[in-house]
Nanobody, 125 residues
């Protein structure tokens, strides 16, 4: 059974930083992709960043490029999203998602089969 558990959300002031973590278990392949998504109130779920376990290829949405960094802790089977220079518009529920197989990763939500429950991030003064 595939499980993804997000952690690390919270309240942060504009300009601040947070690191989100996604603990992954149950994937049947050593080749998989993990994506991070954000859903702001009243908006569609937006792909922010992703990474492939085999090639380490990563992608970023233009809205977070240069501010967010995705990384993988192989020993702990965890993917982190380091977020810096946070803005109020970064507020939302952050989800990680996984899909087995492949050597790339994509920022489209329909590319992923498994989802975590989400963690809330609020950027406000």
């Amino acid at each position: 059974q595939v499980q993804l558990v997000e952690s690390g959300g919270g309240l942060v002031q504009p300009g601040g930083s947070l690191t989100l973590s996604c603990a992954v278990s149950g994937l049947i392949s050593d080749f998989y992709a993990i994506g991070w998504f954000r859903q702001a109130p009243g908006k569609d779920r937006e792909g922010l960043s992703c990474i492939n376990s085999f090639t380490s290829i990563s992608n970023y949405a233009d809205s977070v490029k240069g501010r967010f960094t995705i990384s993988r802790d192989i020993a702990k089977n965890t993917v982190h999203l380091r977020m810096t220079s946070l803005k109020p518009e970064d507020t939302g529920v952050y989800f990680c998602a996984a899909v087995n197989g492949g050597r790339l990763c994509f920022l489209r939500k329909n590319s992923y089969d498994f989802w975590g429950q989400g963690t809330q991030v609020a950027v406000s003064s």
